[in-house]
T-cell receptor, first 116, second 113 residues
C-alpha cells in the first residue's frame, strides 16, 4: 500500500541556519511528490512538486526539495531559515495512475520551529 | 485570483443536527475532493468527484455525503454529525492530469458537541 512517512514530529532550527524536513515514500511506479505548508489558522499552501526531470526542485519562499529515487526520499530544504518559516509542513504523494481519484497521500506532518 | 472557497470557516454544532459545508472553486477544475485533518494522521480523503454528477468514496467516507451538481461547487453534508467528526476539513480541486497541483481551501473547523 502506498504511504508517506515524515519521521520527525518537530524540527527546531535557529534563524539563519539551514533546515531540512524529511520525507520518505512507498508507492508503486514513479510518484508525483508534493510539499505543502500550513500556517496557523490558514489553509494548505502549495510549496513545490516533483513530477519528472531534475531531481532538485525549487519552490516558493526559497524552499527546495531533492528527489532521491534509490532512497525513496523527498526531503525539503532551505539554506537559511526565517522565523516566519515556522509552520506545519506536509509531504504528499500522488500516483501517476491515480488520475481518477485526484487523491494525495499525506504524511503526518512536521512542525518546524525557527527560533530567533 | 485562483481560489477554493469554503464556508463556514468555524462551526460548533450539536450531535445529530444536519449541516453542510460549502466549497466553490473558480479554476474550472474537473476534480474536487474533501479531506479531513486530524492530529498525527495528516489529511485523509473523504470523498472525491471526477466531474459533474460523478462522485465516489475516499478513505474515510462514513457519516458524510457529497453532491456535484455544478462543476464549481462540491458541498460536504453531514446528515447526523457525531463528536468523532470534530475535525478540520479541507476542500481541494485540481485539473485532470495527476501532475497538476492540487489547490486547497482555507479549511473549516467543525466541532460537534
Amino acid at each position: 500500500a502506498q504511504s508517506v512517512a515524515q519521521p520527525e514530529d518537530q524540527v527546531n532550527v535557529a534563524e539563519g541556519n539551514p533546515l531540512t524536513v524529511k520525507c520518505t515514500y512507498s508507492v508503486s511506479g514513479n510518484p508525483y511528490l508534493f510539499w505543502y505548508v500550513q500556517y496557523p489558522n490558514r489553509g494548505l499552501q502549495f510549496l513545490l512538486k516533483y513530477i519528472t526531470g531534475d531531481n532538485l526542485v525549487k519552490g516558493s519562499y526559497g524552499f527546495e526539495a531533492e528527489f532521491n529515487k534509490s532512497q525513496t526520499s523527498f526531503h525539503l530544504k532551505k539554506p537559511s531559515a526565517l522565523v516566519s518559516d515556522s509552520a506545519l509542513y506536509f509531504c504528499a504523494v500522488r500516483e501517476p495512475n491515480s488520475g481518477n481519484t485526484g487523491k494525495l497521500i499525506f504524511g503526518q506532518g512536521t512542525t518546524l520551529q525557527v527560533k530567533p | 485570483e485562483a481560489q477554493v472557497t469554503q464556508n463556514p470557516r468555524y462551526l460548533i454544532t450539536v450531535t445529530g443536527k444536519k449541516l453542510t459545508v460549502t466549497c466553490s472553486q473558480n479554476m474550472n477544475h474537473e476534480y474536487m475532493s474533501w479531506y479531513r485533518q486530524d492530529p498525527g494522521l495528516g489529511l485523509r480523503q473523504i470523498y472525491y468527484s471526477m466531474n459533474v454528477e460523478v462522485t465516489d468514496k475516499g478513505d474515510v467516507p462514513e457519516g458524510y455525503k457529497v453532491s456535484r451538481k455544478e462543476k464549481r461547487n462540491f458541498p460536504l453534508i453531514l446528515e447526523s454529525p457525531s463528536p468523532n467528526q470534530t475535525s478540520l476539513y479541507f476542500c481541494a480541486s485540481s485539473a485532470r492530469d495527476p501532475g497538476n497541483t492540487i489547490y486547497f481551501g482555507e479549511g473549516s473547523w467543525l466541532t460537534v458537541v
